[in-house]
């Protein structure tokens, strides 16, 4: 069969070397004719156009006659010459439309392989993703752990601070003696004093970390030396005892001038209630007295009247005194407290941040992973390929276009739009645009096209 072919392809070929060898020959004929038929009729429209008789009508019928025969000459002259040019084009076009088959064989081969390969690309990077996402959390999780770790530290030094300045400014002259002592053997190991919680909670909800995996990640959090934080804890509870020690002395005279002040108003009270005794006394021996003893005891009355104003005005100091000393405790109380609280949120501000490098370490090295975890993408071109589940999915489709395009068309151009093309532009938008329909009625399927 093929032999036959080849032997058919190879005598049409000789008969198209014949007929090209005379095609000079054949065009030069029909040049002839041609010049010749229209130099004719060009002489009779002249003539004719002098004025139009029945002998010139007769004549321009008989040119048109002879000149439909010269076409008719002309096209026999050439038809074996454009036959066999068709026959060859018809050949030519033959050969190539013959490749197409196993071209797209191997086009559907290719592509079907790409979608093979996009498919575990999408599955790696999706497993990538949620690689990342969990280690993301789980950092998360671990970096909530050491802020709060970092806040119970930061909690028991307050609190021990807190306990010894209540020692301190509960101390009074009976027992401030003894408190140097009580001081100095005040221990500053952290685990003499507190330990390390057993769990650990915190306020986040979830996705990825399983309970088993969040009870190892606190289980490892737990596990961590924490020496630098209780020698933190010792560094700071011996200088809070060394700062409350220098204060001994300015306490006690404190303590001495609170005193000193109690002592005097007790005896200004005392002295204060003998004048208002005497005072009624003196009341009462003046409604008793003459006229003699009466003066004698309106001049003793002016005189305790002036001592009453005396101790009037020294209760007076002693109360603005008494007010100053009370102010002193009450300012050095606050000042005191501010600075615990501002040292305890330095504490944590700090074991926040470190706990935040510490996590964007671990995020960095995650995402390197997970950048590691996913593959090459293939060489494809990407496309989408609506597939549609109802007729009336062919309504949402034209809405969709006539939304995006349609409403801005020409008449004409919109009269000439079919289903088929309404649908390729709604896949080629989803392309660009990244815009997509959503209804049961259907669906988009990625389609890979092989480079």
């Known amino acids: 069969m093929t032999t036959d072919l080849a032997t058919q392809d190879l005598l049409e070929v000789e008969k198209l070397q014949q007929i090209v060898a005379t095609a000079p020959e054949i065009l030069q004929s029909n040049i002839t004719s041609k010049t010749k038929c229209i130099e004719a009729g060009q002489k009779l429209v002249e003539l004719a156009k002098t004025g139009m008789t029945d002998f010139y009508d007769e004549q321009l019928s008989i040119f ?52 093979v390969k996009m498919n575990l690309k999408i599955e790696t990077d999706k497993a990538a993703q949620l690689f990342l996402e969990k280690e993301k959390e789980i950092i998360v999780i671990r970096q909530l752990c050491d802020v709060v770790m970092g806040k119970f530290f930061s909690d028991c030094i307050t609190e021990t601070k807190v306990s010894i300045a209540e020692f301190f400014n509960g101390l009074t002259l009976e027992t401030i003696e003894e408190a140097g002592t009580v001081l100095s053997t005040t221990t500053t190991n952290f685990d003499s004093r507190y330990t390390l919680p057993r769990a650990i909670i915190v306020d986040l909800s979830m996705k990825y970390t399983t309970t088993e995996e969040y009870d190892k990640i606190v289980a490892d959090v737990l ?9 933190e804890y010792t560094r700071e509870i011996q200088s809070t005892l060394k700062e409350y020690s220098d204060k001994f002395p300015s306490k006690k005279a404190e303590l001495l001038a609170i005193q000193k002040a109690e002592l005097e108003e007790k005896a200004r009270k005392e002295a204060q209630l003998k004048a208002e005794q005497e005072e009624k006394k003196r009341l009462e021996l003046l409604s008793k007295a003459n006229a003699e003893e009466k003066a004698k005891l309106e001049a003793e009355q002016r005189i305790a009247n002036a001592e009453k104003a005396r101790l009037a005005e020294i209760q007076r100091l002693a109360d603005e005194e008494k007010q100053r000393l009370a102010d002193i405790v009450t300012k050095r109380l606050e000042d005191e407290k501010k600075e615990l609280e501002a040292q305890q949120l330095a504490r944590e501000v700090k074991a926040q941040e470190d706990a935040a490098i510490a996590a964007s370490a671990s995020t960095a090295g995650a995402m390197v992973d997970a950048a590691v975890m996913t593959s090459e993408t293939p060489n494809v071109k990407e496309g989408y390929s609506i597939q549609l589940k109802s007729s009336a999915g062919y309504l949402l489709l034209v809405q969709f276009w006539f939304e995006k395009e349609g409403k801005t068309l020409a008449i004409d151009k919109f009269e000439k739009m079919t289903f088929d093309r309404v649908k390729r532009f709604c896949e080629a938008y989803a392309i660009k645009n990244d815009e997509f329909l959503e209804s049961p009625l259907l669906s988009y399927e990625p389609v890979y096209k092989a480079k």
């Not at 596990?223 to 020698?231: D, E, L, T």
């Open 64 to 115: 048109l006659t002879k000149a439909k025969k010269t076409v008719d000459s002309m096209n026999e002259r050439r038809k074996p010459f454009t036959q066999i040019i068709t026959a060859v084009s018809k050949q030519f076009t033959t050969l190539e439309s013959e490749l197409k088959p196993i071209m797209d064989e191997v086009q559907e081969m290719r592509n079907a392989y790409a979608t």
């Open 223 to 231: 596990a961590v030396n924490y020496s630098p934080k209780k020698y």
